[in-house]
């Protein structure tokens, strides 16, 4: 057996020498400490089909067509150009993103009018205002999955794609033949 020498935790192990049956094995049970942990993950995006996005790809397009690309001669040159470009769309990515923190809750569907209404809410704390946020988040999350749904129906060009949840009918191992109405339970009366 081989345990990690300077882990306290891995070390404290129990060696059961009675439970020892024919063989010359020895039972052991090593108990390992699990903790909880929290691993957040951070990342730049920017939300689909937003202003954002529209307002990202106008800036890379125009800055694209002010690069000088005439003087392209040599492989120095073609570097120096795609280094530009790259530092460009950086730049641009870096000024219309937004940092946002993955977690086990992240929700895909959630956008700015969900944060709008919940902090009414929030501040209000009226029937009034839940309401309107719950109307908020429905219609926002009937928005997103009807969007996928349709992306997967046009992308795979068949209804059955999304049925991924309805599996093949398993007929029973016996059937039972029946004439007029009446089970044939014997050979007499077959």
């Known amino acids: 057996m081989f345990l990690c020498c300077d882990s306290y935790e891995l070390n404290t192990y129990l060696i059961y020498p009675e439970w020892r049956l024919t063989t010359d094995h020895i039972l052991l049970t090593i108990t390992i400490p699990i903790t909880k942990e929290h691993i957040t993950t951070c990342k730049r995006t920017i939300i689909k089909n937003s202003d954002e996005e529209d307002k990202f790809i106008e800036e890379v397009i125009a800055s694209f067509t002010k690069l000088n690309l005439s003087k392209i001669s ?12 790259a530092n460009i769309v950086d730049h641009t990515w870096m000024k219309y993103s937004k940092l946002i923190n993955i ?26 205002s839940w309401k309107s946020f719950r109307k908020t988040v429905k219609s926002t999350k009937r928005e997103f999955f009807d969007l996928k749904i349709q992306e997967i129906a046009n992308k795979k060009q068949g209804p059955w794609e ?29």
Request: a positive charge.
């Open 74 to 85: 040599n492989i120095s040159d073609l570097e120096k150009v795609v280094f530009d470009f």
């Open 103 to 128: 977690t086990k809750h992240s929700k895909s569907w959630w956008n700015d009018k969900c944060n709008c209404k919940l902090e009414n809410y929030r501040f209000s704390k009226s029937i009034k």
């Open 162 to 190: 999304l049925m991924n949840w309805v599996n093949k009918y398993k007929l029973p191992a016996i059937e039972m033949i029946k004439y007029n109405g009446n089970p044939c339970l014997e050979l007499a009366d077959l």
